[in-house]
């Protein structure tokens, strides 16, 4: 596709109205553009994403063993990886990353672009369910209540039925 400003500003409102984040990076990691999306889920505006190293705005928990990092040295590109940045505020927000190589038409690396989906609301709705049906909810200060919260987890491992 040839690169016109009408074909600019199609790609423009194109990457404003996705409800993932976005962002690429040059070959030195340093963040090139930053969608509404991103700004929303980070809490940190594009004007101070753009420029900066993209560690220093995720602060995730795989900068170490960075996998947009890995995709710029090998190509190979990462799809729906779960990780956990740190948002403005300082809340840990889970998040699924894929990465992919941006190339010129000569097939020249310029980069690589990174897009990601905020998987707090699933995060919420699995803790919600799971801590529903705990035995921890379970308060006694019944011996025989203890008993049979020591044996609850064997009972579960069966197909019976049990009535508490």
């Known amino acids: 596709m040839k690169k016109t400003p009408q074909n600019l500003k199609f790609f423009k409102v194109i990457l404003s109205s996705i409800a993932d984040g976005l962002f690429t990076v040059d070959s030195n990691r340093v963040i090139t553009s930053f969608n509404p999306a991103a700004e929303r889920i980070t809490g940190i505006p594009a ?3 753009i420029g900066r190293q993209c560690s220093d705005v995720f602060r995730s928990d795989i900068c170490e063993s960075c996998l947009l990092d890995k995709t710029l040295k090998t190509g190979v590109e990462s ?3 779960p990780v956990s940045i740190i948002n403005s505020r300082g809340e840990i927000i889970p998040i699924s990353i894929s990465t992919a190589i941006l190339k010129n038409d000569d097939g020249e690396v310029l980069g690589a672009v ?10 919420r709705l699995r803790k ?11 308060i006694s200060k019944s011996p025989k ?9 064997d009972i579960a491992e069966s197909e019976s039925t049990v009535l508490i």
């Open 145 to 153: 209540i203890h008993k049979l919260f020591a044996i609850l987890p």
């Open 79 to 81: 799809i729906d990886c």
């Open 47 to 49: 004007s101070k994403a």
């Open 128 to 138: 919600e369910l799971s801590q529903k049906y705990s035995i921890e909810d379970i």
């Open 114 to 123: 990174e897009t990601f989906r905020d998987l707090s609301a699933i995060e």
